[in-house]
């Protein structure tokens, strides 16, 4: 890597990385648990708490982006952030 730009774009890969498989195993969890043990429904309908908007989703697969998104958009910020104070304390630069 050969610059700092390049570590933070390698701490991002990583956090995306860990928010894809945090969501994988939720997707997993209600193909196996929900849709195959009670083959429930495959649309998704996705409301604010108070219910004045919605969107739907067909499919896991659209599920899952829609999931990935949201929390990516959430927390990628502070992820990155933590991971690079740990990394700086591996490298004792502070």
């Known amino acids: 890597m050969k610059d700092t730009n390049a570590i933070e774009q390698a701490l991002k890969d990583k956090c995306r990385k860990e928010i894809e498989s945090v969501v994988n195993v939720f997707i997993n969890e ?3 648990k929900i849709r195959g043990e009670y083959n429930s429904s ?3 309908d996705i409301q604010e708490p108070l219910g004045k908007r919605s969107f739907h989703v ?3 697969e659209q599920l899952k982006g829609v999931l990935f998104k ?3 958009n ?3 910020d ?5 991971k690079s104070k ?3 304390k591996k490298l004792e630069l502070v």
């Open 30 to 32: 209600l193909e196996v």
């Open 70 to 72: 949201m929390i990516l």
């Open 74 to 76: 959430s927390h990628i």
């Open 78 to 82: 502070s992820m990155v952030a933590v």
């Open 42 to 44: 495959n649309y998704y």
């Open 58 to 60: 067909m499919g896991t």
């Open 86 to 88: 740990e990394l700086i």
